[in-house]
């Protein structure tokens, strides 16, 4: 399925003339399926290109590809890095859910750019930080990195907004340990009384509770 530059912008949403995502998606799945490295060796050239209508579809194409196929976006990790830490918002938060994607398989590589993730996250758009939280819970779940992840992602409970709280708590849940209870329920625990959203607050307890269970089991 190797297609040069021209004829990927095609298949594109904006080369379509479209605003869904519909065309991305399927550009993304057909790579998948046909493990085309040449498409997305085009589609990481297209993120150079001059138009912002392309790159933000190819960056688009290449983490849902990411999604389906991490190893074919393994190549271009140093690509995704150059762009992370770019100006332009769309494909910072695409460059970070790319990396996200990688993060299972390639943990050591992602692990040594930890410093630059969290400085994007810290001063990038919520997609953003969500991603760069996604990509701490990964590199948790792997043992030698663990001792370290956990306490960044502790970093990021205590200072993230109410509205991401709840969630980077319940998905925080599948990699805890039993060295990791008092403090995760600690610093839970701590943010309950500042939540103005009763919604959001239920679900924080509910975390809270679970993990409770837990040292009870021991």
């Not at 389906?68 to 690509?79: S, V």
């Not at 994607?101 to 692990?111: E, G, K």
């Not at 995760?184 to 701590?190: K, R």
Request: no cysteine; proline share 5%.
């Amino acid at each position: 399925m190797g297609k040069d530059t021209d004829q990927l912008i095609g298949l594109l949403a904006s080369g379509q003339g479209r605003r869904d995502e519909a065309p991305n998606i399927t550009l993304a799945q057909q790579i998948a399926m046909h493990a085309d490295e040449l498409a997305v060796a085009g589609l990481v050239l297209l993120l150079q290109h001059k138009k912002n209508d392309i790159k933000n579809d190819a960056i688009k194409v290449l983490y849902e590809v990411g999604e389906l196929k991490p190893h074919l976006l393994k190549p271009h990790l140093d690509a995704f890095w150059d762009i992370l830490t770019g100006k332009n918002n769309r494909l910072q938060w695409g460059a970070m859910t790319a990396i996200r994607t990688l993060t299972p398989d390639n943990p050591a590589a992602i692990y040594a750019k930890l410093p630059v993730i969290l400085l994007v996250a810290d001063q990038g758009s919520v997609i953003t930080r969500d991603q760069a939280v996604m990509i701490l819970i990964a590199l948790a779940g792997k043992e030698q990195y663990h001792q370290d992840a956990i306490a960044l992602i502790l970093e990021q409970l205590t200072k993230s907004p109410e509205n991401q709280l709840p969630m980077y708590a319940e998905r925080s849940l599948p990699i805890l340990v039993r060295e990791d209870y008092a403090d995760f329920t600690q610093v839970l625990e701590m943010r309950l009384p500042d939540m103005e959203s009763h919604t959001k607050k239920k679900r924080v307890e509910k975390v809270i509770l679970q993990v409770r269970k837990r040292m009870k089991s021991l």
